[in-house]
């Protein structure tokens, strides 16, 4: 079993619908979470950086972090054609440097 | 442009040839991360150097592979005697290094192809 589950999709939403990305992790030493995203052919982009547990909003994008599920979660509001990418759910433990274990991505595509 | 840069972007070998990549990270980072991804998986974890100390070694490298970090600026990534397998991405990324800074930037990538 892989430290942490993401479903790789793809997942095609039409435009301005609100897009839900999930993550389960197996590891609860897992105190910061992250999303990146990546485009075709380039390297991951950070979106979101977590720790701990709660929400955490910027712009059109939310991510919730619920460790006694071990469970967390990208969402994006009024989506936009530019969203279309693979998005990466990431998490490491806490304390001086981090290694950082990734989700295999979801891809999405938003439709115009 | 002042993110992380890797050279070359792409790169097609044959096999048993010889590969080294470079990654030069933000200026101001101290750590550095090797990464490999696979098509359609999540990057996996490589090498570590804090400054010019290589920290931590994933047993993904195997002894083919070969990353240093001299005075602690930019960092090479060497593959001898390269394998079909080795086929991938290779991403690197870099962080601040201080409580509460860990997040890691990535550069574009180097794709290796294993002929």
């Known amino acids: 079993q892989k430290e942490v589950e993401q479903d790789p999709g793809p997942l095609s939403v039409p435009e301005g619908a609100i897009v839900s990305l999930n993550c389960t992790y197996s590891n609860s030493a897992f105190q910061y979470f992250m999303w990146y995203r990546q485009y075709s052919r380039k390297g991951p982009e950070l979106l979101m950086y977590?720790?701990?547990?709660g929400n955490k909003e910027d712009g059109r994008f939310t991510a919730q972090v619920d460790k006694s599920s071990k469970y967390i979660s990208l969402f994006i509001r009024d989506s936009q054609p530019s969203d279309s990418a693979t998005y990466l759910c990431?998490?490491?433990?806490?304390?001086?440097?981090?290694?950082?274990?990734f989700g295999t991505g979801t891809k999405l595509q938003v439709i115009p | 442009d002042t993110g992380v840069s890797q050279d070359p972007r792409h790169k097609i070998t044959k096999r048993g040839q010889n590969v080294t990549f470079r990654c030069d990270p933000i200026?101001?980072?101290?750590?550095l991360y090797w990464y490999r991804q696979t098509l359609g998986q999540g990057p996996e974890f490589l090498t570590y150097?804090?400054?010019?100390?290589?920290?931590?070694k994933s047993r993904l490298l195997s002894d083919r592979f070969s990353a240093e970090r001299p005075k602690g600026s930019f960092s090479t990534l060497e593959i001898q005697r390269t394998e079909q397998g080795d086929s991938a991405m290779y991403l690197c990324?870099?962080?601040?290094?201080?409580?509460?800074?860990?997040?890691?930037?990535f550069g574009p990538g180097t794709r290796l192809l294993v002929l």
């Open positions: 990324a870099s962080s601040l290094g201080l409580a509460g800074e860990e997040t890691q930037y």
């Open positions: 200026s101001e980072h101290n750590r």
């Open positions: 977590t720790y701990s547990s």
């Open positions: 150097f804090q400054n010019e100390a290589q920290l931590e």
């Open positions: 990431a998490m490491s433990r806490s304390g001086g440097y981090q290694k950082v274990t």
